[in-house]
């Protein structure tokens, strides 16, 4: 059992680390203060004087912290409602639940729901409990809204994108939007230039036309100074919110394929056995790559609670079972998964457990541009851990040096 600590207490964790896409079995974990001092062999390293240790069971793996980049919520909280006291339950059950590291995500709304959202989320930010803030939408396409209400659903306004962009105050990290829509492209130059991250989403377009927007995103975020790594779109929960791929009218998940391969963007997939397949999730990890792959959960506010009637923003959904669907139209509303599950999801459908787990870490580290401060197990990156047995049971965690579940 792991006990508490205060923060600046030299902690010392033996076991199996996994990161980075690497296994190191005989390994060790140092932190001191909110920092990791040491991560590797055990061999050769010598203890600090005074340090508390901890020594795992067999088979038990030491984990980075887990990055979220689409997530509305758990345990009751609904970040697209903007209630603080909700949103701050459900970031502490994101954070306990080894999800260390998360965006909030809104959905499409009134512009003064969006700014009251808005709002609220940047002070989370500023204290340090979310990485910023995703926009899922407005500027989405009505064939293709899934839960999002098509009542405020609109082409892309850049007036009211400057005034979101401003209200945000540097803390909007990225925005789904439906390339064929008119006005796209500008809002794609309004976006890069502001140092918001495209995501191509909730969309009906061509494959052309999905392809020629991943590519003008990637130059305008070149242009806005981001590099290689951090200067790509990500795409909003391929196959979900989209046209599925038809031999003869491939349709933007082709392009997003391509892109994905070509290392040119990035694809979100929500593998929670309900979004999509397990075999879908292993066909696309072998396609594209795991560096190209962000593992999410969209979750909402059902997440970490039993079947009933939960909210989305305006929504009314039902969850049976762990799958919530809207009421009014019965399309799949969110994920109730945390991204823990997720991951281990996503090894037992094939994939090498190192694969998923960098796609839940230094994949979106990289794309939120916080790959030296979190996302895998390095000497001076944040002292966040997530510790699971050999069974995957989640036993604790580790946020900027101190305990948050034991």
Known sequence: MITPSAAAQQKLIYGTLLSDGQRINDGVLATEGDRISYAGPAAGFVPPTGAVETRLDAGSL????????????????????????????AIDFLHSSGTTTLLASMVTASEEDLLRGIELYVRLSKEGLLAGIHLEGPFLSEARCGAQDPAFLRAPDLELARRLIEAGEGKIVTMTYAPELEGAAALIDLLTSHGVTPSLGHTDSDAPTAAGSLAQAREGLAAAGFDGNTGRPTVTHLFNGMPPMHHRAPGPVAACLRAAKAGQAAVELVADNTHLDPQTVLTVFELVGAKNILLVTDSMAATGLSDGGYRLGPAQVSVSQGVATLDSTGSIAGGT????????????????????????????????????????????????????????????????GNWLRN
């Open 337 to 400: 998964a945390t991204l823990l599950q997720v991951v281990l999801r996503t090894a037992a459908a094939g994939v090498p457990l190192e694969d998923a787990v960098l796609s839940a870490t230094a994949v979106p580290a990289t794309v939120l541009g916080l790959s030296d401060e979190v996302g895998g197990l390095r000497r001076g990156l944040r002292a966040d851990g997530v510790i699971i047995d050999a069974a995957g049971e989640l036993k604790s965690v580790l946020r900027g």
């Open 62 to 89: 030491i984990l980075p912290g887990l990055i979220d980049i689409h997530n509305h919520g758990a345990v009751g909280g609904d970040f697209p409602g903007g209630e603080e006291a909700g949103a701050r339950k």
